[in-house]
């Protein structure tokens, strides 16, 4: 199966920066995209940002030009790089394995998601 666990949330002044990541355990083969969304205080879940099996990089336009995603295949990493955080940025952040299959593989067709790591940005 796959397991996403988050670390690096924490709080933040406007203007300021955080690194969250994201190590995946997989023991199964999948073709995938990975991404983070958040999600505010009641408010629906959002996209944030992705990166496809082929590494192009996909960004929600709230935080083009100031959020970078990145992978680190050897290590299992996906990170997501915060720059001039704002107040509207607070929500836990979570990160998600779209898996693409193979078809014939039923734990390669569904999506897997971590437990958050919180981000809060003070004004």
């Known amino acids: 199966q796959v397991r996403l666990v988050e670390s690096g949330g924490g709080s933040v002044q406007a203007g300021g920066s955080l690194r969250v990541s994201c190590v995946v355990s997989?023991?199964?083969?999948?073709?995938?995209?990975m991404a983070w969304y958040r999600q505010a205080p009641g408010k629906e879940r959002e996209f944030v940002s992705g990166i496809d099996s082929d590494g192009n990089p996909k960004y929600a336009d709230s935080v083009k030009g100031r959020f970078t995603i990145s992978q680190d295949n050897a290590e299992n990493t996906i990170y997501l790089q915060m720059n001039s955080l704002k107040p509207e940025d607070t929500a836990m952040y979570y990160c998600k394995q779209a898996s693409l299959g193979p078809e014939y593989l039923p734990l390669c067709t569904r999506d897997y998601w971590g437990q958050g790591t919180q981000v809060t940005v003070s004004s």
């Open positions: 997989r023991f199964i083969r999948c073709t995938y995209d």
